[in-house]
């Protein structure tokens, strides 16, 4: 069946429920109340809502236009009296009158008559090639992808946190309610017929789609633009969200939010929000995976005779280590399950690195102590296996 053919089998006026003699006043009136009442912004995920948007563009689309709707006009009179109707019937080949489809829409009658020269495809081509025949889409489209940023604290970005952010996006315009007409009554776009699409050739029998630039991809022209958005039917808007940021985030790390973006546009889906994460530096500890690392100092006393040592934890208690005899400076000491949150909810370890203090002055008792101490190990030589290496290289 042909596109024409499926245009002049609806009933356009009963779509808008208007008389057949409306005017053109009552016409727009009638399409503003149901386009306001149907449109997609306004009933999210209804899809009979949706598809009664769509008719509703497609009959507001032909008879809103005179030209257009005085030639629906007499092709649905010449469908009402016989003339569309199906071989073997009274206006079919050889009944009174009649003849096919294929001479009403693609040439002359048979025999070369030629009561319309051309076919009625010729009568009818331009309403049905101008937006608004059938077969027009007017496709939801998603919103678009937002990309923000937020600061968190070094415990935060270890425990998770809660944050605000302030996002501006493009919204549907409040003030012609998303359909970047001043009355609501947005024409079907005639050249991408509703899709927001065009297709091209790429050669090799493939065809390339590119966003229609008539109606930048939305598949609708305002007729009369709003002010706000100049018949785009979005307007910058800004809003404040709550945003969970995990446990264990890292610095520079780029995290999606599925549909937290910028809201779609005729019952199409959100966009995404896409937040990138910088931590501030901790003055003990430091991150290294899902590890945590401090660095603690230790006497020497504790590095060569070993002991307990309490060490810090981060947002929790000391945990008490045990400091092996003869411990050397920069030895790593493991305090399992005090690190980072995993993904999988349990924790890295923090990794206890040792530094030994050296007083920066010695006095009295504790300077003859190490007197005596230097003279009872005069035979030690820490540096005796520097040396034999350094010959040997």
């Known amino acids: ?40 912004d306004a009933n999210k995920g209804d899809a009979k809502a949706e598809e009664r948007f769509k008719e509703i563009s497609e009959a507001n689309d032909v008879l809103s236009d005179a030209k257009r709707r005085k030639e629906y006009d007499e092709g649905r009179a010449l469908f009402g009296n016989g003339g569309f109707r199906g071989p073997g019937g009274p206006g079919g080949p050889g009944g009174p009158g009649g003849f096919d489809f294929g001479d009403l829409f693609g040439g002359t009658q048979p025999g070369g008559g030629g009561g319309f020269g051309g076919g009625l495809g010729d009568v009818f081509g331009g309403l049905f090639n101008r937006g608004g025949g059938a077969g027009t889409r007017v496709q939801p489209r998603r919103g678009q992808d937002i990309e923000s940023e937020v600061t968190l604290s070094f415990t935060e ?14 919204a549907p315009c ?11 009554t947005p024409r079907v776009c005639p050249t991408c017929v509703g899709t927001g699409q065009v297709s091209r050739g790429g050669g090799g029998g493939f065809s390339l789609t590119d966003p229609c630039v008539d ?28 945003v969970r940021i995990p446990a264990g985030v890292t610095d520079s790390q780029r995290i999606r939010l599925r549909g937290k973006g910028a809201p779609g546009e005729r019952g199409g889906p959100n966009g995404d929000l896409y937040v990138v994460v910088h931590v501030d530096a901790h003055p003990v500890f430091g991150r290294k995976g899902d590890n945590l690392t401090v660095s603690v100092p230790v006497s020497y006393p504790e590095a060569a005779l070993g002991g307990d040592i309490k060490v810090p934890t981060l947002g929790g208690p000391p945990v008490t280590l045990k400091l092996p005899p003869g411990t050397p400076n920069g030895r790593t000491l493991r305090a399992r399950g005090k690190g980072a949150v995993r993904k999988d909810g349990s924790r890295g370890d923090l990794l206890v690195t040792i530094e030994v203090a050296v007083p920066a002055n010695i006095e009295g008792k504790a300077l003859d102590a190490l007197e005596a101490y230097r003279e009872a190990t005069a035979d030690f030589d820490p540096r005796a296996e520097l040396f034999k290496a350094a010959k040997g290289a």
């Open 1 to 40: 069946m042909s596109l024409s053919r499926d245009l002049l089998e609806k009933d356009l006026y009963k779509t808008l429920g208007v008389p057949k003699d409306a005017t053109e006043a009552e016409i727009k009136k009638a399409y503003r109340k149901l386009a306001r009442e149907f449109h997609p």
């Open 157 to 170: 970005a270890v425990d998770g946190a809660t944050v605000p952010l302030r996002m501006s996006s493009q």
């Open 174 to 184: 409040k003030a012609c309610s998303g359909t970047g007409d001043k009355n609501g």
């Open 215 to 242: 109606c930048k991809g939305r598949g609708l022209i305002a007729q009369d633009p709003c002010d706000i958005c100049k018949g785009s039917g979005r307007a910058r808007s800004s809003r404040t969200m709550q």
